[in-house]
């Protein structure tokens, strides 16, 4: 039964039968259960076998007297309250009984029946507030081992979480990067096959791609820019995917007026065209624009100068430089120091001044082939090649095919596969790879 249903139990000490039955008759009418001893060892008898509340013991008792009786009772059950009954001349022993037995009252002999059964209320209150005290407190104590307890496994909870989230969030960056990647590889992939309806020496797309990645290597451009730069200049010519090929061998400047026309609409159609591939919307806005002139005469929005975006300055660059070379601006191909100075005769009206001559010196320096020349990178027959090989450049077939992108990791798989192509196409391919040692990206699958 809980404390708080339980009726309070008091134990009555005196060696006079007539006192237990005086405070007996005092206290039938309260609800207590009452216990009686006669004595000190009787007492300490009916404490080690019921659970008492409260001891009122008379002071003076043959052997064990009041006092020690209620230090004894302090030292073994300090819970259960003790108050002394003395007579008018025992101060000495009511003294004793506050120091050793830590009473909480005295009362005198003769008591006042009022006033006993109020100290006995008052004292049982006590008590009683005094255990709900505890109670309390044990409870607090208790609950904030538990909110501590569960505090730490939130925490921990959250740390394994986040760490999960933020691991989550990696790989989908990773994958996310990758697919960029391959967004860059399928464009170069789709320019190879659009490029394959042009005559050989008419094919400038992969000369394109690599005049801009050059240029972005160069200057050091964000990955970003650099990506749509790349995916800008494998698909610039993807709005003439419907045009005869009449049409599409046909130099610019030799266009009649319908024609002009069409051709004037090239750079919107292909914008038009990459609309619903998100990660190619940046690369489209450059390809709208890359007809744009630095005047304001070009096509097909009239741009004029610093309100043209860069990357489409850019790529005009690049497009007008290897078209210019392969006879499909003028009728008559330009060599490459003509197509140079062509560039150099034009900037400030069709050319931004400013990027024109850092395009000019990017071509001046580099080779005919844009690649400066790079010790760390070995031309390895395919019957050479190793697993681990990274590829320094694309490889493409000799119809202008693109077979393997650059930065791609050789396999067995990869080299059984190019010696196969060889020998169907009947050709010998040098791959260009970087030495191992010198390959400091990781490694693609």
């Not at 979480?161 to 960029?180: G, K, N, S």
């Not at 061998?249 to 002009?260: F, G, I, V």
Request: net charge negative; glycine share 6%.
């Amino acid at each position: 039964m809980s404390e708080a249903r339980r009726r309070p139990t008091l134990l009555l000490v005196d060696d006079e039968a007539h006192i237990l039955s005086a405070l007996r008759r005092v206290l039938r009418d309260e609800p207590y259960e009452l216990l009686t001893a006669s004595g000190g060892a009787a007492a300490l008898s009916l404490l080690a076998e019921h659970e008492v509340d409260l001891v009122v013991s008379d002071a003076r008792m043959p052997g064990l007297d009041g006092p020690c009786l209620l230090a004894e009772v302090q030292r073994r059950w300090p819970d259960t309250l003790r108050i002394l009954l003395t007579g008018a001349t025992d101060l000495d022993t009511s003294i004793r009984a506050i120091n050793q037995g830590r009473i909480y009252r005295y009362l005198g002999k003769p008591w006042n029946d009022d006033e006993l059964r109020f100290t006995l209320r008052q004292a049982l209150a006590h008590r009683h507030a005094e255990h709900e005290r505890q109670r309390l407190e044990r409870l607090t104590l208790e609950q904030n081992r538990r909110l501590q307890e569960l505090n730490a496994g939130l925490e921990q909870r959250v740390r394994d979480r986040t760490a999960e989230l933020q691991q989550t969030a990696d790989m989908l960056d990773l994958a996310y990067e990758e697919l960029r990647r391959s967004y860059v590889t399928t464009t170069e992939v789709f320019s190879a096959l659009l490029t394959q309806r042009l005559p050989r020496d008419k094919q400038g797309n992969a000369q394109v791609i690599a005049l801009v990645r050059a240029h972005a290597a160069l200057h050091q451009l964000p990955e970003a820019e650099s990506r749509d730069l790349a995916m800008a200049a494998a698909l610039y010519n993807l709005g003439k995917l419907t045009w005869d090929d009449h049409l599409l061998n046909r130099p610019s400047d030799l266009l009649h007026r319908e024609e002009r026309e069409r051709y004037c609409g090239y750079p919107a159609q292909g914008e038009h065209l990459l609309m619903a591939l998100e990660p190619l919307h940046d690369a489209g806005r450059l390809i709208r624009h890359h007809q744009e002139r630095w005047n304001g005469t070009g096509f097909p929005d009239q741009l004029r100068g610093e309100a043209i975006p860069v990357g489409a300055r850019l790529l005009k660059l690049a497009v007008d430089f290897v078209e210019l070379q392969c006879g499909l601006v003028l009728q008559r191909p330009l060599p490459r120091p003509e197509a140079l100075q062509f560039l150099d005769r034009y900037a400030g009206r069709l050319y931004d001044p400013e990027l024109c001559q850092q395009f000019i010196d990017l071509c001046t320096r580099c080779a005919p082939d844009l690649h400066e020349a790079d010790a760390s990178i070995l031309a390895v027959d395919t019957r050479r090649l190793e697993p681990g090989m990274v590829l320094a450049r694309n490889l493409q077939a000799e119809s202008g095919m693109l077979l393997l992108n650059a930065g791609k990791q050789l396999s067995h798989t990869l080299i059984d596969k190019l010696i196969a192509f060889e020998a169907s196409e009947g050709a010998r391919y040098l791959v260009q790879v970087r030495r191992p040692e010198a390959d400091t990206s990781p490694a693609k699958e």
